[in-house]
């Protein structure tokens, strides 16, 4: 069960929820996402239309503009927020290989969209954690996020390291490394400042007021941590362009009871890749799963960055081999298993998914049946879709009941709205929906309303908050209401995608607390 613990902001006396400050943000915070969302989700329909080249350019960089904006707004909340006085944490177990995952996932389109590679991994002997999820993302996806815009080339790579403490207390770093040009040492302490940059140049030439890292240092704090910057260890020794930058978020925790999987144990893997971060994040997760990495090997993972342009990648001269790809180039992935490859994993690399491919291959058969590329084995590959999933889809705004429409019926869902509390209710009652996307905030019933009318009508179909808030009281609000899970916006297909493959399968639902 969640826990709430206050924390106390010594720079500012202590309010109350219903403090008229607190409640101007979340009111700011609803009024100025949701047509910032809008013109998100309106823009990333036109991309998915046949645009000539100017238009798609023109497209893409409205597209940033507004996503630029709309960091821009929540970092400014964020800040007079924390600065507003006492800070609210919810506290329950957290995974840290998938928060760690979700945060590299996120932003991998980004650095790829740059040519970065971005790796993470978590250390075998970094236990979970009792933490508030929301709040440490929010540090994890600042910092790499400020990696990957920064960094021209190389790559990025995020890191969780046991550093101290006791089994039941670890004191553990959250690092993220960048092969990027590095930060002086007389600006390590200003970027950390409100409106604090390494360069005076950097406001203008990043696009950015210099909030994001002045967040993380409050909620760092906050947390009793500490974060800071430095050089990258062993900088000198790199293999892409830059000295390298190193954030170090660090502070201790309450350990959570849960032991992972080692299905490794005893299997040596070789990894190839020309990148370091690649090879480092890949061999942490082979030792987490209770593997080694030696050469030689009976698998060896082979990273495509490898090969020559238009080339594969050759295959090990002994033992079986593993592709690594980036998701766009899935194309590669049957020419791969023509050339006698017997798996792929797709980049930034999941431990689980290493484990299964790495074991598969292990064991593969030698005739040319064996065990093959298969593009549907991964969701960032082949997207699941949904034919005949019914969804009620509750949202009084039109450009927002637009843009999830047109994506839940790409996906094959079948789609009826409503435009208030009173009238999804209502719907319910007269036909049958696997889900219900209810947003918090409509004219008259609002969700949370319209959810408590639904439960108390013995009616569990799951419903699935949308909100444009993504502040911790939001969530306990709508979970409180019973509610199954949120979605922040901007509603994009991935999003939605995995809130339908969560809760259309039924023997895998279980409340998000």
């Known amino acids: 069960m969640a826990q709430r613990q206050p924390t106390p902001n010594t720079d500012a006396p202590a309010r109350t929820a219903a403090d008229p400050a607190q409640q101007f943000l979340r009111l700011m915070s609803h009024e100025m996402r949701t047509p910032l969302n809008g013109v998100l989700g309106m823009i990333g329909l036109l991309e998915r239309t046949q645009l000539d080249g100017a238009q798609r350019a023109y497209a893409e960089n409205a597209r940033q503009s507004a996503e630029h904006l709309l960091g821009l707004v929540n970092d400014l909340l964020d800040y007079a927020r924390l600065e507003a006085g006492a800070l609210e944490f919810d506290l329950a177990p957290v995974d840290l290989e998938g928060l760690v995952r979700s945060v590299a996932e996120l932003l991998s389109p980004r650095a790829h969209d740059k040519g970065l590679e971005i790796a993470w991994a978590v250390a075998a002997d970094a236990p979970d954690i009792i933490a508030d999820e929301g709040r440490l993302r929010q540090v994890l996806f600042n910092l790499a996020g400020n990696a990957v815009k920064f960094t021209p080339s190389g790559a990025v790579r995020i890191v969780v390291e046991r550093v101290g403490g006791s089994d039941q207390h670890p004191l553990l770093a959250f690092l993220v490394d960048d092969t990027g040009p590095g930060v002086p ?15 005076t140049s950097d406001a203008v030439r990043q696009d950015g007021a ?89 698998v060896t993972l082979i990273d495509h960055a490898a090969a020559a342009p238009g080339e594969l990648a050759a295959p090990p001269a002994s033992g079986r081999g593993v592709i690594l790809l980036k998701p766009g180039e899935r194309d590669l992935i049957d020419r791969y298993r023509a050339a006698g490859f017997d798996g792929y994993l797709i980049k930034p690399l999941r431990r689980a998914s290493l484990a299964e491919q790495a074991l598969a291959a292990a064991g593969a058969r030698q005739q040319s049946d064996a065990p093959g590329l298969h593009p549907d084995e991964d ?135």
């Not at 978020?249 to 020309?274: K, N, T, W, Y």
Request: contains cysteine; proline residues 5%; glycine residues 8%.
């Open 185 to 199: 040492a007389e600006a390590r302490t200003r970027i950390f400042e409100e409106f604090g940059h390494a360069d």
């Open 210 to 298: 210099g909030l994001g890292l002045a967040v993380v240092r409050k909620l760092a704090q906050a947390m009793g941590g500490s974060v800071q910057v430095q050089d990258r260890p062993n900088g000198s020794n790199r293999e892409a362009a830059g000295l390298g930058a190193r954030f170090r978020f660090e502070a201790a925790f309450d350990a959570a009871p849960h032991q992972r999987d080692q299905p490794l144990r005893g299997l040596s893997i070789a990894v190839r890749s020309p990148d370091a971060f690649v090879r480092s994040a890949a061999q942490l997760q082979i030792e987490a799963s209770g593997g080694c990495v030696a050469v030689p090997a009976p």
């Open 379 to 513: 969701d960032r590959v082949a997207p699941i879709r949904f034919a005949g999933v019914r969804i009620l889809l509750a949202e009084d705004n039109p450009v927002g009941a637009l843009l999830a429409r047109t994506l839940l019926r790409r996906e094959g869902c079948i789609v009826d709205t409503a435009a208030t509390g009173e009238e999804a209710v209502a719907a319910l009652k007269r036909a049958h929906y696997d889900l219900v996307f209810m947003d918090m905030r409509m004219p008259g019933m609002d969700g949370p309303a319209a959810a408590r009318a639904i439960r108390a009508a013995g009616d569990r179909t799951p419903i699935l908050a949308l909100t444009a808030n993504a502040f911790a009281e939001d969530r306990r609000l709508c979970l409180e209401a019973g509610m199954d899970d949120h979605i922040v916006k901007p509603l994009d297909a991935d999003s939605l995608r995995a809130a339908l493959t969560r809760w259309t399968k039924r023997d895998i639902r279980a409340k998000v607390g």
